[in-house]
């Protein structure tokens, strides 16, 4: 049986299990609910967690070390002249026979003995899958018979679930912690590694940015300038554009729904708002493209201007528009959340609606518009397809928006596309930037948890 249909059995046992563990704790005292420790719900969830815990449990132990059972029995099979291949060549042979197993071969003519190398891979594997099966139902299924003998009306069913629960919760955690761990240490080991090769200040302060790099040592080619200023300055200037955009028109639009609008014009224009928000982005960048670059173009030659066709301008513009509702709709749920009480309260001293909106709800809500505007700018930050299409690749120092510049996330993606070596500068470079930015939206988080916390003990 197949992992997904095996996980499609186990979710459907565990709720069977949970009927009837329900139903046993009824029957035990003979429906004298009050008899019972626990309501009934609870001894169907410690039955059906019984049944799926310890089944997803060695499913997971079984799946994480089979591949290395399959391709160490794989290789037993093989020849000796086979087997006594260096590592990389070996591994090269296994690769070969995978593919062959999965019906992946690109030439029609394939050694014999990797064809039957390959058959022995499938039969291993149908074995695999089948003794998978039998063990994964057979510990489910005797998990679900010894919660069943376990329950009683005495039995504290409730305090065993929330345990369990508990539990649960604190390995997702704790996975998520790790998870946050490992990704920032990969990116700081991979960072390390270009630093060693380039000199941090030269990466951080230089002003050019060229990371061609030869691909052999027998090549002729660029030593790379590895400055990061420009890429910098061009994810500054179009997110600035960008927020630039979006924050007055969100702010406005959250304040007129929330305070001014009607109930039916607010039921109708705010998920019309929100419908921008699930737009792909590559639908932004043509519009950006083929529409506002050639528009902003024509529109500064009639004024003697000298435009490029593709300019931070049109990408800041779209990409405005485009997180509108992220400012919008956070907004317009932090301003409804502020309680009547303290409208009223401002009415009766004689505030106008215009005194309380800037006096009272603003300041009641600044904590969640500001959570907007960083969600917003993070957005606009790590926003690539619209800067691809709309501003383009050139790693240019300007401050003018009419001109064609580029942004990290955008250099990142280019460095990790091609035949580049993966310890070469030119690659170890994306993970340097990654750093980099990573390093400012964290500063960025902290002054304005700063500035949360000074506004908040102002109002309070």
Partial sequence: MQTPYLLFTLLILSVLAYFIGKRRSVTVVEGALRELHSLPAYYG?????????????????????????????????????????????????????????????????????????????????????????????????????????????????????????????????????????????????????FFRQVPFFDFLFGLEWSPQTALRADQVGSSGAFGAVPLFAGTLLISSIALIVAVPIGLMSAIYLSEFAGSKFRSTAKPTLEILAGIPTVVYGFFAALTVAPFIRETGELWGWVVSSESALAAGLVMGIMIIPFVSSLSDDVINAVPQSLRDAAYALGATQAETIKQIILPAALPGIVGSILLAASRAIGETMIVVMAAGLAANLTANPLEAVTTVTVQIVTLLVGDQEFDSPKTLSAFALGLMLFVVTLALNVIALHIVRKYREQYE
């Avoid at 594997?125 to 069943?148: D, P, Q, Y």
Wanted: net charge positive.
């Fill in 45 to 193: 969830y410690y039955t059906a967690l019984w049944g799926l815990i310890p089944a997803l449990f060695l499913m997971l132990v079984w799946l994480s070390f089979e591949p290395t059972w399959l391709a160490h029995q794989t290789v037993a099979s093989l020849p000796e002249e086979i087997k006594s291949l260096p590592s990389s060549k070996l591994n090269l042979q296994l690769n070969n026979i995978k593919n062959v197993a999965a019906g992946l071969q690109v030439s029609q003519r394939v050694d014999p003995l990797i064809v039957e190398a390959a058959e022995h891979y499938n039969r291993l594997r149908k074995i695999s899958n089948f003794a998978l099966t039998l063990v994964v139902m057979t510990c489910s299924l005797t998990g679900i018979w010894l919660a069943h003998k376990k329950i009683s009306k005495d039995y504290r069913a409730r305090n065993v679930v929330e345990k369990i629960m508990t539990g649960l919760m604190i390995l997702a955690s704790t996975i998520a912690i790790f998870t946050t761990v490992g990704i920032v240490a990969s990116v700081v080991f991979e960072s390390l590694l």
